[in-house]
């Protein structure tokens, strides 16, 4: 494994679920993983928007905390650059926001939106039309493991992923952001 990385930034703030729950917001934060700090003019062309819908989603993903200005990284003060507040990515867990005030309807709502993008990912992946341009690969794999074994399996996996995230990130046109999902649980039942 490579050197150790800081720990993801845990949400201990449902209110923060509801900011990531609107499909825009979660794919602006998503791409700011893969590219680092943008404007709203880089959002509104990456994800085929007017820039005063990305600008406002910018904003409301500051309210909840999620990104914040990045005063360095502009050509000069009227120049808005923002970035993740979160750069080793964030932490979720539903059980302990669920008990908070307001949290059950928050992990709901998160949970909704979570499912339908998994969904989303899986059924294009498997609809899409074959393109010499892009790669394409699906996997189902089954193992078996302790609890031990599949916590560090899947330390490994999320060591791999943030190897090839930090050795890609940036705005290379040359390079499309892709998604990965992945899941690691014992098998479900039906």
């Known amino acids: 494994m490579s050197e150790e ?19 825009v917001r979660a794919r602006i934060v998503d791409e700011m993983y893969a590219t680092g700090p943008v404007r709203a ?24 905390g999620l990104v914040e200005e990045a005063p360095d990284a502009g050509r000069d003060r009227r120049d808005r650059v923002w970035q993740l507040t979160a750069q080793t990515g964030l932490s979720i867990d539903v059980g302990d926001l669920a008990a908070l005030p307001g949290g059950q309807a928050a992990v709901d709502v998160w949970r909704q939106q979570a499912s ?8 294009a992946a498997y609809h899409r039309e074959p393109d010499d341009a892009v790669t394409v690969h699906i ?48 098998y479900p039942e039906s």
């Open 5 to 23: 990385r800081a720990p993801a930034q845990p949400v201990r703030d449902p209110t923060v679920l509801r900011g990531l729950a609107h499909p």
């Open 41 to 64: 003019a880089d959002v509104a062309r990456d994800l085929g928007i007017p820039a005063n819908q990305a600008s406002f989603h910018l904003r409301q993903l500051a309210k909840y």
């Open 116 to 123: 339908a993008w998994a969904h989303g990912v899986v059924d």
């Open 139 to 186: 996997a189902t794999s089954t193992v078996r493991l302790t609890k031990d074994e599949a916590a560090r399996m899947a330390a490994e996996l999320d060591d791999v992923v943030q190897t090839w995230a930090d050795r890609t990130r940036g705005r290379d046109g040359d390079r499309s952001t892709y998604a990965l999902l992945s899941v690691l649980q014992p």
